[in-house]
């Protein structure tokens, strides 16, 4: 088992989307491990705010998928998400002692330990004082610069941008490159994270235009790959392809 090569300008930066998701469970700390022993610029996960308030490296906002018990994230306590065990990419038994739920803490030491950029999801619309202590668990790493943000949610990275003035923000969308769009990256300075069939190269122009990084998900298609490429985008996520 081993991740697609594409072809790409060394100006295209991969990341691996929840780790090398295509050849370990998306989202542990071997999928991350794996991403690290490989040429891509960046790592990306999840992270959600336990019943507790720890900081939890997971997806969806239930368990079912992945886990072998299904609990959901935000209404569940951190000892007893950690202490689940995790469903091997390969439908096998358990096996795997270290298929578990990571904290943040722990994506981040991993990415540090082998330099890769952090490409860290705010899941759901967050208070201001958790995505402060979000900023303070990556600052007592010191990785905070080597971390970029990204969500679904504008007022996450609104709020973010207060934090951290300098900081990589990527919006998170489906709709289309246009102007529309501009209108809500350009007043926070935010970069885009786009669904890559929504994206068009005269659309890639207009971010190019303004300033604005594109990054593309989830491609896993070479052909989907190599044509983005071309293109010029900055950025492209991958489970699989490197």
Not at 73 to 102: F, H, W, Y
Not at 141 to 148: F, G, K, N, P, Y
């Amino acid at each position: 088992m081993d991740t697609v090569k594409i072809k790409r300008s060394p100006n295209v930066r991969m990341i691996a989307h929840r780790g090398v998701s295509g050849l370990e469970t998306e989202n542990t700390c071997a999928a991350f491990v794996a991403a690290g022993n490989r040429s891509y610029f960046g790592v990306e996960t999840d992270v959600h705010v336990s019943a507790d308030g720890a900081f939890i490296i997971f997806h969806d906002d239930s368990t079912k998928r992945v886990g072998e018990e299904e609990h959901i994230i935000e209404q569940t306590d951190a000892a007893t998400l950690r202490a689940m065990q995790l469903i091997d990419t390969d439908g096998g038994q358990k096996t795997r002692s270290d298929l578990r739920i990571p904290l943040l803490s722990e994506y981040i030491r991993i990415c540090r330990k082998y330099e890769k950029v952090c490409v860290l999801e705010l899941k759901n619309p967050m208070s201001s004082a958790a995505i402060a202590g979000i900023v303070a668990d990556i600052r007592k790493e010191e990785w905070l610069s080597q971390v970029i943000f990204i969500s679904f949610s504008h007022e996450n990275l609104v709020e973010l941008r207060r934090l951290l003035p300098d900081a990589k923000l990527q919006f998170l969308t489906g709709d289309p490159a246009d102007e529309a769009l501009l209108k809500q990256l350009t007043p926070w300075g935010l970069d885009l994270d786009i669904y890559y069939p929504a994206l068009t190269e005269e659309g890639l122009s207009l971010m190019h235009a303004n300033g604005i990084e594109v990054n593309c998900w989830t491609v896993d298609d070479p052909a989907d790959a190599e044509r983005l490429a071309a293109w010029g985008v900055d950025y492209i996520t991958s489970n699989i392809l490197e």
